[in-house]
């Protein structure tokens, strides 16, 4: 082998065969490194490394085998919803000790051991209790919001605390009444939070500091239970934009000084759990529980200010919980609130229904993703995780496997290098879809 990278450095290999050699061993070399590529993903975030339940990864399992996927790992959490980070094969997730401590713990993606853990004090209790938020990975840097407030900066080696603060004791705000369940949104040199409180509606710190950059103006809804989607980010007529709905508006804000561009009370929803998505074309969807519907948001620049247009509201979609996906100018969600089971939807973009399962199957309020043309989706009444492939025709179950158990699996999905984790109130669970 030496020989050979000798001769392949000087450019002449000797002979015909030391030539087919050398090309076999690149062949292989270059084969390995596309399959790791395609396994490679990391999972950083809510929803994902673009935020919007999409993974990028090929080369995974469309078909469970016969037995079903395997389970490489099972570990015990305490009960709760919050969702996992994942980056350069180590798994993040913001576990809970109902009414005392939140728990920062960190897994191998592999194994499933705890490789390191940091807890801090966190009094209180909150209806459904347990976690609740995703943590966020920028660079080497690990952002956590409690569902109290509190928030941590850690240093992703060292597990030091670089900074602290509580956001919702600072800017006024309120505990919602089901907990904070934000993720952070990391903007530059910045990270944006939402504290919906009486001296700001939104903030900037600086990521390597905890410096506030910038606040905005309240978004304060007098007598709401609060807000719990995440602050989102999309570029619209130009400008990097903040996207974020409460109870009584959505609104979006200049990313790089907190300016409110655009806002609107055209769709509210008493209980906002999912945040604004931006389909694209300055175009957003948004969508909630508690018989809010949805709506699509036309916005756009004219003169130096933006403008919000409603292009359609339908009742045809409650999507109570979790984000939606979109694929091929298609939006697929699962269409379930408290008081209508539309179970899993598919909408086309001028609010049109496409189809609905009902509760055939229903779903409840099971977490999903999409990967490698298929959609991976966690039903929430039976805890089966199923495939199905993402049709506007109609609905199409690829297979199904048993899974989680037990009560209210509301809990999201993350998938990094072929590797899917999702959880139910005691365990989370990794299950290997790799090819």
């Known amino acids: 082998m030496a020989n050979r ?3 392949w450095n000087l450019g002449y290999p000797k002979g015909v065969a030391d030539m087919k050699k050398g090309f076999r061993a690149c062949l292989a070399l270059t084969s390995l490194l596309f399959i790791s590529s395609a396994w490679s993903a990391d999972w950083p975030q809510f929803q ?6 999409i993974s990028p990864e090929k080369g995974l399992l469309k078909q469970w085998p016969e037995g079903g996927a395997p389970v490489s ?8 919803f919050g969702g996992v980070a994942i980056r350069g094969g180590e798994v993040y997730l913001l576990d809970r000790e109902p009414g005392e401590r939140d728990i920062l713990r960190c897994f191998n993606l592999d194994t499933g051991e705890e490789i390191w853990s940091f807890p801090y004090k966190a009094p209180g209790k909150v209806q459904y209790p347990g976690s609740r938020t995703h943590p966020l990975v920028e660079g080497n840097l690990l952002f956590t919001v409690g569902p109290f407030g509190h928030m941590h900066c850690l240093d992703r080696e060292t597990h030091a605390v670089l900074w602290k603060t509580n956001i919702l004791e600072v800017y006024g705000g309120e505990v919602p009444r089901w907990g904070s369940s934000q993720c952070p949104l990391a903007y530059g040199e910045t990270i944006i939070v939402t504290p919906i409180g009486s001296k700001a509606g939104v903030v900037a710190l600086n990521k390597n500091s905890g410096k506030e950059i910038w606040i905005s103006k309240p978004l304060v809804d007098e007598g709401s239970h609060g807000a ?6 999309a570029t619209i007529g130009g400008v990097d934009q903040v996207l974020l709905s409460t109870p ?7 990313a790089a000084t907190g300016e409110i561009l655009w806002r609107t009370q055209d769709w509210q929803c008493r209980i906002p759990i999912t945040s604004p998505f931006h389909v694209g074309d300055g175009k957003v969807f948004v969508t909630g529980g508690y018989r809010a519907g949805a709506a699509m948001f036309q916005i756009s620049q004219k003169q130096g200010s933006f403008e919000c247009k409603t ?10 919980i979790h984000q939606p996906l979109l694929y091929k100018k ?5 269409g379930n609130d408290k008081t209508k089971m539309y179970g899993m939807i598919c909408l086309d973009l001028e609010g049109s229904l496409q189809w609905k399962t009902n509760r055939h199957p229903g779903f409840d309020w099971g977490g999903l993703l999409l990967a490698d043309g298929v959609i991976y989706v966690v039903d929430g009444d039976t805890g089966d995780l199923c495939t199905m492939d993402p049709s506007p025709k109609k609905y199409k179950e690829l297979s199904r496997m048993p899974l989680l158990s037990g009560k209210q699996i509301w809990g999201t999905v993350a998938l990094s290098e072929g590797r899917l984790l999702c959880r139910d109130q005691t365990h989370l669970k990794c299950v290997d879809i790799r090819k």
């Open 5 to 7: 990278q000798k001769h």
């Open 48 to 53: 994902g490394p673009d935020r919007n339940g």
């Open 73 to 80: 790992w099972s570990v015990e959490v305490g009960p709760g």
């Open 228 to 233: 719990y989607g995440s602050p989102m980010l």
């Open 248 to 254: 009584t508006e959505t609104a979006g804000l200049n």
């Open 311 to 320: 292009l359609y509201k339908t009742n045809q979609c409650n999507c109570q």
């Open 330 to 334: 298609y939006l697929y969600l699962n």
